[in-house]
């Protein structure tokens, strides 16, 4: 069980007044917060041992060094990745996912397919549509149906041997839709396709087994789960990883270099150009240290909780209308109030202390299909509390006397 006032304790700025209120954060889809372990960490990381890595023989440099690969080493065991090399660090999902379409570049051709869901994120759409617009491959939509889950059969037809690519997150930021990766991978390995899950809004929620789930890339962000912002991994499959040519290149990536021709470093650092973001590389150890110590049992609970009170208490707010319907779903609400802009609740509720997101969640693909502006996101996070629940449906009820 989870102890919610000593969790909430961690978090510095949940006890924070925004606009004389007290913060309600639910945008926790876009960003999670911090516990004072990682803002510790970071300072100790300047304050002790800033050093670059990989490149000095002095100690401070061995040290960051150290704690920069023990880094990867914990998130390589937190995911079950069979390598500590399949595991890159990049600046975010959005990198990671560019890092592979810039690798398949090399790879697709003219009649190729690469399949991407309708549900998707823009940053697991537009890198796709422009490789396919270099490589003269084809993209396609596996599509969803009304309560937002991906239409499996429709997926089982597209399927065939030119499809060389599919792409799909784990768990759909806009909606909460938790997608059935493991037959998708399954049955796009069936084919020989090549399969990435966009984890970025999957890992808040659960821990990811990548040997399990059989993934060839599995990419997600740091500042979702408690870490630090501009950090991220992208894990691949070691054959994967040798097969694709280098997104950039730089310092750190190479073997050796003349003006005739250069050899690359073996993985992970021929994927890791430049001084990396050392101190959010150790943090994200850090951060999903924490993650564990709270445990993904309670995570669960406690956010499936709040998921069910959530959902019961804004659907008795007359006109009120929940897109996203699946059944399996995480703690995301995403909803609209018949006759107002999504935008006006957001304002005024903001003026309460509440921070949602509004608009279209980088994923206009969904709203076009629902024919809708955008919505208003309620994401939460296994340190928001039923009473805070409470706080915005109350806040909700008077934008709409306001706005109607
Ligand atoms: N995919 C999904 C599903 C997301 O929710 C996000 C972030 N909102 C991203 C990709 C992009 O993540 P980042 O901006 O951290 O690169």
Redesign the pocket.
């Known amino acids: 069980m989870l102890d919610i006032n000593k969790i909430r304790a961690d978090f510095p700025i949940l006890s924070q007044k925004v606009n004389g209120k007290p913060l309600v954060y639910f945008d926790n ?2 960003t999670s917060q911090k516990p004072q372990v990682v803002i510790d960490a970071i300072s100790k990381y300047y304050e002790e041992i800033n050093a670059n890595i990989h490149r000095g023989v002095h100690t401070l440099s061995q040290l960051a060094t150290d704690a920069y690969e023990n880094s990867r080493g914990k998130i390589q065991n937190h995911i079950n990745a069979k390598f500590a090399h399949e595991v890159l660090f990049t600046s ?4 990671g996912i560019n890092l592979v379409t810039n690798g398949f570049a090399s790879i697709l051709k003219p009649g190729d397919e690469v399949l991407v869901s309708a549900l998707e ?1 823009h ?2 759409i537009v890198p796709w549509q422009m490789l396919c617009e270099k490589t003269g491959a084809t993209l396609r939509v596996i599509p969803m149906n009304l309560d937002g889950e991906l239409i499996m059969s429709e997926y089982d037809k597209l399927l065939s041997d030119k499809t060389k690519v599919v792409t799909v ?1 784990h768990i759909s ?1 806009a909606l909460g839709t938790v997608n059935p990766i493991k037959y998708m991978i399954d049955k796009a390995h069936e084919v020989g396709a090549a399969i990435l899950i ?1 984890g ?2 999957a890992v808040p929620h659960l821990k990811p087994d990548v040997q399990e789930l059989d993934c060839d890339f599995y990419a997600f ?1 740091g ?1 979702k789960i408690c870490g630090p912002t501009g950090t ?1 991994i992208l894990y691949g499959k070691e054959e994967w990883l040798n097969k694709l040519p280098p997104y950039q290149g730089g310092g750190e990536m190479i073997k050796e270099v003349t003006f005739e021709k250069t050899t690359y470093a073996e993985l992970p650092h021929k994927f890791e150009a430049g001084t990396p973001n050392i101190a959010g590389g150790i943090v994200l150890g850090t951060a999903v240290d924490y993650m564990n110590e709270v445990g993904f049992d309670n995570i669960q609970k406690q956010e499936l909780e709040l998921l069910e009170y959530g959902t019961k208490r804004l659907l008795e707010i007359e006109g009120l209308k929940i897109f996203g319907t699946a059944k399996e779903k995480t703690s995301v609400i995403s909803f609209n109030i018949e006759g107002i802009h999504p935008y006006d609740i957001g304002t005024i509720i903001d003026k309460l202390g509440i921070a949602v997101r509004t608009g279209h969640h ?1 994923a206009q693909p969904i709203m076009n299909f629902f024919n809708i502006p955008g919505t208003i996101r309620a994401s939460f996070a296994f340190y928001n509390t039923k009473e805070e629940i409470d706080v915005m449906v109350e806040a909700v009820k008077k934008a709409q006397l306001m706005l109607s």
């Open positions: 889809g876009a975010g999902t959005t990198h994120h940053s697991n997150n930021n966009d970025a809004q962000s500042h991220g980088c």
